[in-house]
């Protein structure tokens, strides 16, 4: 297992951007699936997007063409970059990982609070 921290939350307007950062500590990203889901309120915890290569991203259908994934491996950091944002986005944004062989994600960060006011 790897120990995840996100950061970047906050709160913005409807139509601002953000980017959340997924760092790991220990070993490196490169390896590893790395997703974002979120939890908003009153809500269950929903997929947002995946990445193990850039060929190999998936992003739900109420975030395409607006969040974008990344990875910076000499930071051993997986961003999520958020624009456009909707009060419909307010969430806990959680970074998870998984092996390729793990039929779930294993390793979970805290989570990060964004808000978007509109």
């Known amino acids: 297992q790897v120990q995840l921290l996100e950061s970047g939350g906050g709160t913005v307007q409807a139509g601002d951007s953000l980017r959340l950062s997924c760092v790991s500590s220990?070993?490196?990203?490169?390896?590893?699936?790395v997703g974002w889901f979120r939890q908003g309120p009153g809500k269950q915890r929903e997929f947002v997007a995946s990445t193990y290569t850039p060929t190999a991203t998936n992003y739900a259908d109420s975030v395409k063409g607006r969040f974008a994934l990344s990875r910076d491996k000499t930071r051993n950091t997986v961003y999520l970059q958020m624009n456009n944002l909707e009060p419909e986005d307010t969430a806990v944004y959680y970074c998870a990982a998984k092996t390729r062989s793990d039929a779930a994600f294993r390793s979970w960060g805290q989570g990060t609070q964004v808000t978007v006011s509109s």
């Open positions: 220990g070993r490196p990203l490169g390896t590893y699936v």
